[in-house]
């Protein structure tokens, strides 16, 4: 993708400060830093999001994931980390190439990224199922 921000990251067409990289796959700090080590995985080649993006690509992101999340918790201290995907732009995503966002989480951080007490359909819970089920 000619004008996609990430693709030209991964051309080498635009800067990024790099953390991690394989043949496949590329962490860079985000520049909106949530937290102290918030890392954005992408995949080296271009999906618009989860619902584009074979399912072995899917999988082997989860994992370089981990290994991220891992090195936060080891090298920066972090006590924990969130994996955050946005996919479509009703959910918030607003870059359209596939990434995950690893923030680092630390005691009393005061992030919430969590959702909490909105029962918004919580008596709707057996006709939701059912349509999913359809």
């Not at 994931?65 to 996919?87: D, Y």
């Not at 359909?121 to 359809?134: S, T």
Request: aromatic share 8%.
């Amino acid at each position: 993708m000619e004008d996609c921000i990430f693709c030209k990251i991964v051309r080498g067409e635009a800067p990024c400060h790099k953390v991690w990289e394989d043949e496949e796959f590329l962490a860079f700090l985000d520049l909106s830093q949530i937290s102290y080590g918030h890392v954005l995985v992408i995949p080296k080649k271009h999906c618009e999001n989860v619902c584009d993006c074979d399912d072995e690509t899917l999988g082997k992101i989860n994992i370089t994931c981990k290994k991220i999340g891992l090195k936060l918790k080891e090298n920066l201290g972090a006590t924990g980390f969130n994996v955050l995907n946005a996919s479509g732009k009703d959910a918030q995503q607003s870059v359209f190439h596939l990434h995950y966002h690893v923030v680092a989480r630390y005691s009393e951080d005061g992030i919430d990224l969590w959702f909490h007490e909105n029962e918004k359909f919580g008596d709707k819970l057996e006709e939701i199922k059912k349509k999913i089920l359809e």
